[in-house]
């Protein structure tokens, strides 16, 4: 599938229904999915690898992994309501049934602190900390405890955070690309319309 065509196909997934401000529901754009996951492939992190999505949502990573070619995804959340919508987004997809009867593609309800279960790579959008400061501290720990290679994407403004707790866990950022993430209006608190706010994606090895 070329990368054109998996932001088409991801377009059609849809974002969680009344989303929690707290949980920083914001839906990741579909470009920015098909980007990451096509950099991954390129670098062998996806095909024929076990694949977690941390904070899965709606199941976007989730799904673009499966189409992609990985062996197995697991979708973790904590929000029972975005996992039946991310259950819901894989069966739309002919090509994933196969992944959906044989259990290669699940939605697991589990806290992130929680998450013990070794995988080949980590593919995530962790919330960014602007309702709960340090929100993507134990995001970024269970990654790293759990995989040989991690994307994900931060605040911008967080990247010496980042590069410092990865540095602490004894792991190396190896990669970043950066994006410009629009937040739509949601919430009472917004007072624009639409925002963008700079995103950085990073690659992480242990």
Known sequence: MKKRSLEIALSSVEPPENPKAILEQYATPASIVADILYFAVSMGD????????????????????????????????????????????????SELSVYLEEKRLQFMEIDVVDFDMRVDTVVMNPPFGSQTRGADRPFLEAAIRNADTVYSLHNSSTKSFVMKK?????????????????????????????????????????
């Open 46 to 93: 996806i095909a024929d690898r076990c694949v977690a999505d941390l904070g899965c949502g709606s199941g976007i990573f989730s799904i673009g992994s499966a189409l992609l070619g990985a062996r197995c995804v697991i979708g973790v959340d904590v929000d029972e309501n975005s996992l039946k919508k991310a259950l819901k987004n894989a069966g739309r997809f």
């Open 166 to 206: 990865v540095e602490e866990m004894g792991a190396r950022v190896t990669a970043m690309k950066n994006y410009k993430f629009p937040i739509p209006f949601m919430f009472r608190f917004h007072r624009k319309e639409k925002t963008e706010i700079d995103a950085t994606m990073f690659r992480i090895e242990r």
